[in-house]
């Protein structure tokens, strides 16, 4: 995990920054899409780095092969779904930089999920599935505060909300049939408010590489010693 911040920041301070005031963070990225590439390419990497840091479920714990099998496909159809969204806000809006807006997403309150009980060396299956789902519930109520981001990405926000809600619902009917459902009580916690476009687009940007992120960690699935 430091490995990526230390390249990040590397890549951060040599890019350069030669911005006009009307364009922000948007001619790097256009006269150098190798550049992009790249950089989206490390994010990735990163993510799924800091996924294989943490510690699999031990040999008392199980779930069943057809929950694991169904989370893998939902996981992989969010990631092409968030990707393709992502290119899009690059491609029309120039906002292809996640680490260069990390400030404006601390003031404008947009949270990130966590998954320490999913890494945690005293790690316990229902409090891993808990944040599972807290966390896809909290992604679900920022995708919906990116309503009206822009005519022509409506869609594609719409269809990935309802994609991690689907997620949402697979991961708490597992904790039903487990029998912890009833001891958690769901909840999105405080959305973030855009004050402009340019602030609900940004925002956009924030909202989907955190999602990739957290969907990078939610791989620890595959690690869980699945029922036959």
């Given at each position: 995990m430091a490995f990526c911040i230390k390249a990040l920041r590397s890549r951060s301070l040599t890019e350069p920054r030669a911005h006009s005031p009307s364009t922000p963070m948007a001619e790097p990225a256009a006269q150098n899409p190798m550049r992009l590439m790249a950089l989206q390419l490390l994010l990735?990497?990163?993510?799924?780095?800091?996924?294989?840091?943490?510690?699999?479920?031990?040999?008392g714990s199980s779930l069943p092969r057809s929950f694991l099998l169904k989370c893998s496909e939902q996981v992989r159809k969010i990631q092409m779904a968030s990707a393709e969204l992502q290119e899009k806000l690059c491609a029309t809006y120039k906002l292809c930089h996640p680490e260069e807006l990390v400030l404006l997403g601390h003031s404008l309150g947009i949270p990130q999920a966590s998954l320490s009980s999913c890494s945690s060396q005293a790690l316990q299956l229902t409090g891993c599935l808990s944040q599972l789902h807290s966390g896809l519930l909290l992604h679900q109520g920022l995708l919906q505060a990116l309503a009206g981001i822009s005519p022509k990405l409506a869609l594609s926000v719409d269809m990935l909300q309802l994609d991690v809600a689907d997620f949402a619902s697979t991961v708490w009917q597992?904790?039903?049939?487990?029998?912890?459902?009833?001891?958690?009580?769901?909840?999105?916690?405080?959305?973030?408010?855009?004050?402009?476009?340019?602030?609900?687009?940004?925002?956009?940007?924030?909202?989907?590489?955190h999602l990739q992120s957290f969907l990078g960690l939610a791989h620890h699935f595959q690690y869980y010693p699945a029922q036959p």
């Open positions: 990735w990497l990163c993510a799924l780095w800091t996924g294989q840091e943490a510690t699999p479920l031990g040999p597992q904790m039903e049939d487990l029998g912890v459902a009833s001891a958690m009580r769901p909840t999105q916690g405080t959305m973030p408010t855009f004050a402009s476009a340019f602030q609900r687009r940004a925002g956009g940007v924030l909202v989907i590489s």
